[in-house]
């Protein structure tokens, strides 16, 4: 298909449309590592390496993954999952009927899923914020000096793993849902439908946990450490085919 390039200062736009109004197009585009990116795309994975620079990526059906680099990051997929690794810049980051995960980032995170489960590993933040309605919220890392770490889930577990030098104010959240420690946490009544607190250490960095109707878990890091690694280690099951799109459906790549 006849690809259109329009360029302007600070600007490149391409985009391709055939005759009939229907086109289906791979882009891969080399650009320099400071140029800050808007991409979009209907039915494709958007992949992003190594920029230094703000970076704006959706999808629709395709997968969203940028890893490397810095600058802030806006990522979004409606069906597609989406990733973010190993930058530097605030991340926020979200998914609708899919999984959300960001690793080794250093800066403020916001990611949220409706559908799929959130994970978050080894992140130097000192403000993050996890959310899920039906899926699971998992979070292991260093919680900074005077941090604020929020992660909550509707019908969904919240996991969180914990150094054994944290010091942390908790605040946890059960409604018809349950919450069970694997650390020496203060021994009080926690009856399901209330909210309540203690301290972790010194305390002065806030965790605020809740779910309304699924498991509550505080855990060791090193607990969390030994699950990543049996999970890694397990066999991969083939992932079912998606049905094909109804030719009325098709966009542009």
Do not use: W
Not at 227 to 253: E, T
């Amino acid at each position: 298909e006849p690809i259109n390039v329009s360029q302007s200062p600070g600007m490149l736009d391409l985009s391709a449309v055939s005759p009939a109004g229907l086109a289906e197009v791979d882009y891969k585009v080399n650009v320099t590592e400071l140029m800050p990116l808007m991409l979009s795309a209907f039915e494709s994975p958007i992949v992003v390496k190594g920029i230094k620079a703000p970076v704006l990526a959706t999808s629709i059906r395709g997968d969203v993954t940028c890893t490397g680099g810095s600058g802030n990051r806006r990522l979004s997929s409606v069906e597609g999952r989406v990733q973010c690794a190993d930058t530097k810049g605030d991340v926020t980051a979200g998914s609708i009927d899919s999984d959300v995960l960001v690793e080794r980032i250093d800066g403020a995170v916001q990611v949220e899923s409706v559908n799929g489960d959130v994970r978050i590993d080894h992140v130097a933040s000192s403000d993050l914020d996890a959310s899920s309605m039906a899926g699971s919220v998992v979070f292991s890392g260093p919680f900074q000096k005077k941090g604020r770490y929020r992660l909550s889930s509707h019908s969904g577990g919240v996991l969180v793993g914990v150094p054994d030098d944290a010091d942390l104010d908790v605040s946890v959240a059960t409604f018809v849902g349950d919450f069970v420690s694997g650390l020496a946490t203060p021994k009080s009544p926690r009856p399901r439908g209330r909210r309540f607190g203690f301290t972790l250490g010194a305390g002065g960095s806030s965790l605020e946990l809740e779910s309304y109707e699924g498991l509550i878990q505080m855990v060791k890091a090193s607990e969390m450490h030994l699950r990543h690694a049996a999970r890694a280690s397990a066999p991969v099951a083939p992932l079912a085919p998606r049905p094909p799109v109804p030719p009325r459906y098709r966009r542009g790549r």
